[in-house]
């Protein structure tokens, strides 16, 4: 089985409440460690497509990266806009998890699936997108081919992780969307939306692909079955 599962929030410290977002996010980490515990197999893979953990510099997330690192299942995480720890990917290696691998410019293969991924970014409809932002999203549209053509031997499936939505302000696809139809992607899943941000939820089969919001309030802090039974 392929669950996922995004913006966990994670927070050792303690610092940053996320029940400003709802009274849902009360408890919000035990919510997500008890339904995980739950629900996933040791053989499972788990998506985590960004916002894994509030720490600042690597050293601090490694106590929120290593109480994932000892729930069931394989994990594999891509990018979010406030994962400021994230590092190289030799950084991150030297962490010495055990169940954890991280997308960065490259794709991960499991049981004859591929997963690709970055973290993508706001569209260009967005309420003051400027250079700054255009030059974010062209590398990021860059990383993501660069994961893709990573893979490198036919796959039974290509799944897509990314932390952003993958459509503009007015729900059309955007330019994530013609990469992945270029590489001809089967499904993408995506996070970043709380809240009131629900209403620009996306999902269903566009294009030929299936598309997931995965927030973890969004799925009920309940890792979300992608591919499975």
Known sequence: MIYGIGDLHFDYSKEKPMDIFGDNW?????????????????????????????????????????????????????????????????????????SISFIQNVSYIHEGISISGTRGWISRDSEGFDDSDEKILKRELLRLEMSLSDIGQDVDKKIVMLHYPPFNMDLTPNEFVSVMKEFEVDICIYGHL????????????????????????????????????
């Open 26 to 98: 009360i408890d919000h980490e035990e919510q997500i460690i008890n339904n995980w515990i739950d629900k996933v197999k040791d053989g499972d893979l788990v998506l985590l497509p960004g916002d894994i953990s509030w720490a600042l510099k690597l050293d601090d997330a490694y106590y929120d990266l290593k109480r994932i690192d000892k729930l069931p299942g394989k994990k594999l995480m891509t990018k979010g806009n406030h994962d400021y720890w994230w590092q190289s990917l030799n950084k991150m290696k030297k962490l010495d998890l055990e």
């Open 194 to 229: 709380h809240a009131e941000g629900h209403r620009y939820v996306v999902e269903g089969d566009i294009d030929g692909i299936e598309f997931f919001c995965v927030s973890s309030d969004y799925i009920g802090f309940n890792p979300k079955i992608i591919v499975g039974e």
